[in-house]
């Protein structure tokens, strides 16, 4: 179980203890979940019913109900889906839900669906990054493809030093704008101002990635506007 990303959500330590146990004792109890980690029953029902509420684990029957979890991946889009769409799963169905936001949970699934949204680009892409990550072959390819065909690819990079200026000059040699712009932390690309992709760290120690992607022209528009103006204000890159 991930609880770092747990904390990253705002777990509390005692959440993410109950939702432990009862992921490896299903169909526990809430006075067995009391009795094993030795905290008032009134305490452990509080918590369960966070927890459900939250749609982490589920309970079945009544009087005394048993309780199972959901499966951590599954709880936690359906979670922060939630939060950001301000519905329910029970009002919007994840076929619904994927038609205008995708939560992403891990580097390489950010980097798969990141590989499928450039080859259906038309225009221009955004990105603003560390400028530390390769491209894997098949994304430079398809940015080269692009940039010959006068699509526009602008790239604000958070580092420049010398660990990545021979990488920086590749980007630039293949006709890729780049600057520099101090930040930490946040990957975003926004993909013909209609679609954004937006990637967090979940960590300093940690290269795993949280993430969502978001299909909506309006919100597109505006994360293009306030693309250029992080644009106006980067500096030119002298590699």
Not at 153 to 164: L, R
Request: hydrophobic share 35%; glycine share 6%.
């Amino acid at each position: 179980m991930d609880k770092l990303l747990l904390v990253k959500i705002g777990f509390t330590p005692y959440e993410i203890q109950v939702y432990d146990f009862i992921t490896s004792h299903p169909y526990s109890t809430v006075k067995m979940i009391a009795t094993t980690l030795k905290r008032p029953v009134e305490s452990a029902n509080r918590v369960v019913n966070h927890l459900e509420i939250k749609g982490f684990i589920e309970s079945i029957g009544k009087y005394p109900k048993k309780l199972v979890s959901i499966p951590l991946e599954q709880a936690i889009s359906d979670y922060i889906g939630t939060g950001i769409t301000s519905f329910s799963p029970k009002e919007l169905s994840k076929k619904q839900l994927g038609k205008k936001l995708q939560v992403i949970l891990g580097r390489k699934q950010y980097h798969q669906v990141g590989n499928k949204l450039f080859k259906r680009a038309k225009r221009e892409i955004l990105i603003a990054a560390s400028g530390r990550g390769d491209f894997s072959p098949e994304f430079f390819k398809t940015m080269v493809d692009r940039t010959i065909k006068e699509n526009i690819h602008k790239i604000i990079v958070y580092n420049v030093d010398s660990e990545n200026k021979e990488r920086l000059r590749n980007w630039k040699k293949n006709k890729f704008q780049v600057r520099h712009k101090q930040g930490k932390g946040i990957n975003l690309i926004i993909y013909d101002r209609e679609i954004i992709q937006v990637g967090i760290r979940m960590s300093d120690e940690t290269k795993e990635k949280v993430g969502f992607v978001i299909h909506n022209e309006s919100i597109g528009k505006f994360f293009g506007e306030f693309y250029d103006y992080l644009w106006k204000s980067s500096k030119e890159i002298d590699v």
